[in-house]
């Protein structure tokens, strides 16, 4: 994710403290923590991703099927040459 691991403790402890992950020691390596993501965690990015596509409908309606399907296609191709670049 490119953020130095600090920042990355700062965000996991806010998130850990709203009870949407817990974290644990890696059996193991003890230096390694597991970061779970919880029932109430699962549900918020339910909650969201409803929220996300209910917004979508009516810009995605301007599309042709053809439109979004390349639009989809073209999604997914960014999304595979960003893990390729880590």
């Given amino acids: 994710m490119n953020v130095r691991p600090s920042t990355m403790s700062q965000m996991l402890d ?37 929220v ?12 042709t099927q053809h439109e979004q399907t390349t639009l989809v296609e073209l999604l997914h191709k960014l999304a595979d040459a960003a893990k390729i670049d880590r």
């Fill in 14 to 50: 806010r998130l850990e403290k709203e009870h949407w992950v817990t974290r644990s020691l890696a059996p193991d390596d003890s230096r390694v923590r597991l970061v779970q993501l919880t029932e109430p965690g699962l549900s918020f990015i339910r909650t969201v991703e409803a």
């Fill in 52 to 63: 996300w596509q209910e917004r979508l409908v009516a810009p995605f309606s301007t599309l």
